[in-house]
Nanobody, 118 residues
């Protein structure tokens, strides 16, 4: 059974930093594309960043220059370094795995809450 688990969320002040981690079991890290998505109440889940097995990355315009995605297939670990956080970055962050950079894959973690206070 595929399992993914996020960690590292929390409360941080405007301008602060957090690092999220996503650990996965099974064959999940054979997925061509892994990514981070976030969701706030009342809104659809949105893409934050994706990374392929070739380390090609893609970021939402709102986080470019502030967030960095990384994957270590040997350790089956993916991270999201978030710097200069803003209140609008608040939400539940989910890790995801699939095959297409243009759409979320079928595998999701349970989510971790990130709250940025102003």
């Amino acid at each position: 059974q595929v399992q993914m688990a996020e960690s590292g969320g929390g409360l941080v002040q405007d301008g602060g930093s957090l690092t999220l981690s996503c650990a996965a079991s099974g064959y999940i890290f054979s997925a061509p594309v892994m990514g981070w998505y976030r969701q706030v109440p009342g809104k659809q889940r949105e893409l934050v960043a994706t990374i392929t097995r070739d380390a090609d990355t893609r970021y939402a315009d709102s986080v470019k220059g502030r967030f960095t995605i990384y994957r270590d297939d040997a350790k089956t670990l993916m991270t999201l370094q978030m710097n200069n956080l803003k209140p609008e970055d608040t939400g539940v962050y989910y890790c995801n795995a699939g095959t297409n950079v243009n759409s979320a894959g079928p595998y999701w973690g349970q989510g971790t809450q990130v709250t940025v206070s102003s």
